[in-house]
């Protein structure tokens, strides 16, 4: 795909969350539309993957530890040909593959499931040195809010890391500043992330992770390195595209529709202006029917 491809092929997956959590009538809003860019990234450039295939013993392996954001996971999946894309209306259903965190053994293409915090990078980190251990080429990439960061476990998963040298696990790091309770600045100030990941022992590269050829760019950078574990911090926009989402931490779990919140439109209101917002995102004007 070209770069124009891959900004629109983005942008049609925020449309695709704004259509799902409006069906499904809960689940995280900012988080995933903030993450589109990356997913659209990793799937349709990154990741060595086989729709037709999820089990492709030479796939890459991609872990996505803050499973309240999956949204953008399905929906990147489905326009990657995993499943149907009139499949995303089952989001949270009953009985439906599309659960509000992703289950490993309801939809193949999930590498793991995800819900309690912190664990995904333990996770990634034994993938990683399970597939050196089998003489594999295969890499692991990780997918952590920056929120998650708070969890010790992450902490740990990190020393083990950088001590066993996993040059073939990516750990991107969703650097939104925005968790459930508010600000992380103010909930648990995390400071110099790039600084905390160097001392442990990371290289480290700080990008803008709504701009996709710096993810391709960073992602392949991070092959090269030979002496220590990457990690990506990307900074992203919570809410990108929807103007009232835009860096407010109150739609971290909520859905356009759900609450009248200061400076968004009336509730019954808020889908349309998202999705109105989102076809004429960066310049493009696309049809309710694309």
Not at 112 to 129: E, F, K, N, Y
Not at 165 to 183: A, H, Y
């Amino acid at each position: 795909m070209t770069h124009t491809e891959l900004s629109e092929m983005a942008n049609t997956i925020r449309e695709d969350i704004v259509k799902m959590l409006v069906s499904a009538g809960s689940g995280h809003s900012a988080g995933p539309l903030g993450l589109a860019d990356i997913f659209t990234a990793l799937y349709f450039d990154i990741l060595k993957h086989n729709p037709k295939d999820p089990d492709w013993l030479d796939r890459d392996r991609l872990i996505l530890s803050n499973g309240h954001c999956v949204p953008v996971r399905y929906a990147t999946m489905a326009r990657a040909g995993y499943l149907p894309v009139s499949e995303l209306a089952t989001l949270r259903k009953f009985g439906s593959r599309l659960q509000g965190h992703p289950e490993r053994l309801r939809l193949p293409g999930l590498e793991s499931t995800s819900g309690p915090l912190g664990s995904g990078v333990s996770q990634a980190a034994g993938m990683a040195i399970a597939l050196r251990m089998d003489g594999g080429r295969q890499r692991v990439y990780c997918i952590t809010g920056d929120g998650e960061l708070d969890e010790g476990n992450i902490w740990e998963a990190v020393m083990f890391a950088a001590k066993e040298r996993l040059t073939n696990l990516t750990v991107i790091v969703d650097r939104n500043n925005i968790q459930i309770d508010g600000i992380t600045e103010d909930v648990m100030p995390l400071g110099d992330l790039a600084k905390k990941f160097s001392a442990f022992g990371w290289h480290v590269i700080e990008i803008d992770g709504n701009n996709i050829e710096a993810v391709i760019n960073a992602c392949r950078l991070a092959e090269a390195v030979e002496e220590a574990p990457t990690v990506i911090i990307a900074h992203t926009i919570p809410g990108k595209g929807v103007e009232y989402m835009e860096y407010d931490y109150h739609w971290h779990g909520i859905y356009p529709g759900q609450e009248d919140l200061p400076g968004a439109p009336p509730k019954a209101e808020q889908a349309k202006v998202a999705l109105a917002q989102l076809r004429t995102l960066g310049g493009q004007i696309r049809s309710e029917h694309q």
